[in-house]
């Protein structure tokens, strides 16, 4: 199959090229289309048959379930069979935007989106993009990011056809997308509301709405992947084992040179990925390092701007693994605010590898 890369316009969105993918997923067709936070995969989610064309394109296993995008909140009661309170509020709050609510599914969704589960995740996105091709295609779309499973989430359309290239017709290029991290999982079928994936929209701003709501870290193990499906702590992981440092900033800085120094010696290729500071900050020593192509240092947007580093990161990750490093130093923005989803992604993507320094 050729994949056929379509460039969409923001303001407005083409109508030609959106019409195009929204007749596409109505016949039950697999479209790339970029949403504020990642690029998705989208399919008809009211048709078992297309969402199963999304697992076997991205080699996802079916216990794995999607999320449902709306044009519009109106669109809630199509896929839900009732909507708790707090989803309400937080739909109030945060939609259009990067956060999903799960509550009761629908019986019209079928099985196949919710690996089983009687409950469905749901969000309403912002990206103009996505917007007007979930108005112009009428169905709710299931779609999870596009990548291969396991792989880091695509941030530009270039990624999705790395990843996706020859197994699906058409990819909607909407240019990067601006949150660079996954939208929050919030599972408002339990009280109080528990967020089960940090992301876009950060735990302050939930609180504000929804004081009472509580983090469950699901960094688990099969057990808990049991609980909750998807959440498995193998994720985003480049070819090179990635370790991240946690800690005071001065002394994750002395202990990162002190171990690049160290695998250096040894005459392994160290990748470092770090917020910009810490980059322009390296010890001469290891400055002389990276002059020689021996430790390669990839700046990932800056930690006092948190947002930066989450737009940044799966590029800078992508980016570095292609220049196949031995071994891949990270730290991160903290855990406050978006540092969180930050946090989050460079977890699983050490597979918990975490030195706390
Ligand atoms: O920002 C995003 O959320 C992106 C864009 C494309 O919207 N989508 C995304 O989808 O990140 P995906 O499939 O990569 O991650 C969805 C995760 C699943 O892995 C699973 O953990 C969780 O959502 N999920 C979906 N339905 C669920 C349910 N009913 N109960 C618990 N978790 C669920
Ligand atoms: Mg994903």
Redo the contacts with the bound molecule.
């Keep these: 199959m050729t994949t056929e890369v379509r460039v969409v316009t923001q303001t407005p969105p083409d109508p030609a090229a959106i019409d195009a993918a929204a007749d596409l997923l109505r016949r039950g067709g697999l479209v790339a289309f970029p949403?504020e936070?990642?690029?998705?995969l989208g399919a008809n989610a009211l048709s078992a048959e297309a969402v199963r064309g999304v697992f076997i394109a991205k080699g996802r296993p079916s216990t794995?379930?999607?999320?449902v995008?709306l044009a519009g909140v109106d669109d809630l009661s199509r896929v839900a069979a009732s909507v708790p309170p707090a989803a309400r509020t937080l739909a109030a709050a945060f939609w259009p935007g990067?956060l999903?609510v799960?509550v009761p599914r629908h019986p019209d969704v079928p099985g196949d989106v919710?690996a089983g589960?009687e409950?469905?995740?749901v969000?309403v996105?912002a990206h103009p993009v996505a917007r007007a091709l979930l108005l112009a295609a009428g169905v709710p779309v299931a779609?999870?990011?596009a990548n291969r499973f396991s792989r880091p989430?695509p941030t530009t359309a270039g990624h999705v056809c790395d990843e996706l290239g020859g197994r699906i017709p058409l990819v909607l290029d909407g240019g990067a997308t601006p949150v660079g991290v996954?939208?929050t999982?919030v599972?408002c079928t339990v009280t109080p509301p528990v967020v089960?994936?940090a992301?876009?929209v950060t735990l302050e701003q939930l609180r504000v709405v929804v004081p009472d709501i509580v983090v469950r870290e699901e960094h688990g193990d099969a057990a808990e992947a049991q609980v909750?499906?998807?959440?498995l702590l193998r994720h985003y992981a480049p070819s090179a084992p990635l370790t991240l440092y946690v800690g005071p900033v001065d002394a994750v800085c002395a202990r990162l040179a002190t171990d690049a120094r160290r695998l250096a010696a040894q005459g392994r290729r160290v990748g470092l990925l770090v917020p910009a500071e810490d980059a322009l900050a390296l010890a001469p020593d290891v400055a002389a390092l990276a002059a020689q192509g021996r430790v390669l240092v990839r700046a990932c947007g800056s930690r006092t701007l948190p947002q930066t580093m989450a737009t940044a990161l799966f590029a800078t990750l992508r980016h570095l693994d292609a220049e196949q490093p031995d071994v891949v130093l990270a730290s991160d923005a903290g855990p406050a605010g978006l540092g969180a989803a930050i946090r989050d992604r460079l977890t699983r993507a050490a597979e918990g590898r975490v030195v706390r320094v």
């Design positions: 949403t936070t990642v690029y998705g794995d379930p999607l999320i995008h990067p999903t799960i919710t589960l409950t469905v995740a969000r996105p779609a999870p990011s989430s996954e939208s999982i599972d089960r994936r992301g876009g909750a499906p998807g959440q």
